[in-house]
């Protein structure tokens, strides 16, 4: 299917242990976002990439990894998950520059306890 | 980065015009407004922007003033399926590694706007 997708749409994970967050889209964007969402913040901007091989950090990175190795997809990666990640992640992607829309997938909703 | 300034919730009756202001008196000359909004628990959907003029599409209206200080977006006949939060966000333009320049999205804490029946 036409879109952006994330996988799962739900998780629960203990404190520690590794999971990936998983973003497809199929317009072949260039640039791919990762937000999370809490309580009382909002949306804010964990990591970003403007190409395949080239990401950055965004407002609170610390402790999550990502890679894009292919224009498609940009994981997320909790490498130690910590209950402060709990939270609700958005993937979002954008042909490019800033004058273009951005789409949003639907949301992991991850529990870490 | 050009902040936003909107009022954390609004209330409107169905069928009526939704008149939603947002402040942003930092804006650069090459920022672009934005609107989103987020329906419960969805992934935030784009409504529609601008640079200058005043814009018009399928689901809204951007009235941006002269000055670029302040926006309006306008919901011409609002329902209830358009109860959500609405972001004003000004586009940032900034640089990733790689030297590429991007559009990054900076949400605020938008405003809660409620359709009555």
């Known amino acids: 299917d036409a879109g952006i997708t994330q996988s799962p749409r739900y998780k629960i994970t203990e404190t520690g242990r590794q999971v990936t967050l998983m973003c497809h889209q199929t317009?072949?964007?260039?640039?791919m976002f990762w937000y999370r969402q809490d309580l009382g913040h909002g949306l804010r901007l964990i990591y970003y990439?403007?190409?395949?091989?080239?990401?950055d950090k965004g407002e609170v990175p610390d402790g999550y990894v990502v890679s894009r190795s292919k224009t498609e997809n940009f994981p997320l990666t909790l490498e130690s998950a910590t209950r402060s990640q709990t939270s609700v992640y958005f993937c979002?992607?954008?042909?490019?520059?800033?004058?273009?829309?951005?789409?949003f997938g639907q949301g992991t909703r991850l529990t870490v306890v | 980065d050009a902040k936003t300034t909107q009022p954390p919730s609004m209330d409107c009756a169905e069928g009526r015009a939704a008149n939603l202001p947002c402040n942003h008196s930092?804006?650069?000359?090459?920022?672009?407004v934005y609107w989103y909004r987020q329906i419960h628990s969805q992934g935030p959907q784009y409504i529609i922007h601008?640079?200058?003029n005043n814009e018009t599409n399928e689901m809204a209206s951007l009235i941006i003033t002269e000055d670029r200080k302040s926006s309006t977006l306008i919901l011409p006949h609002a329902t209830l399926r358009d109860t959500a939060v609405y972001y004003c966000?000004?586009?940032?333009?900034?640089?990733?590694?790689?030297?590429?320049?991007?559009?990054?999205?900076?949400f605020g804490q938008g405003t809660i706007l409620t359709v009555h029946p």
């Open positions: 979002a992607s954008t042909l490019g520059g800033w004058n273009t829309e951005a789409f």
């Open positions: 317009w072949s964007h260039s640039y």
């Open positions: 990439s403007a190409a395949a091989d080239i990401t």
């Open positions: 930092t804006i650069s000359g090459n920022e672009y």
């Open positions: 601008g640079l200058k």
């Open positions: 966000i000004v586009r940032v333009a900034g640089r990733g590694a790689g030297g590429t320049s991007y559009g990054k999205l900076t």
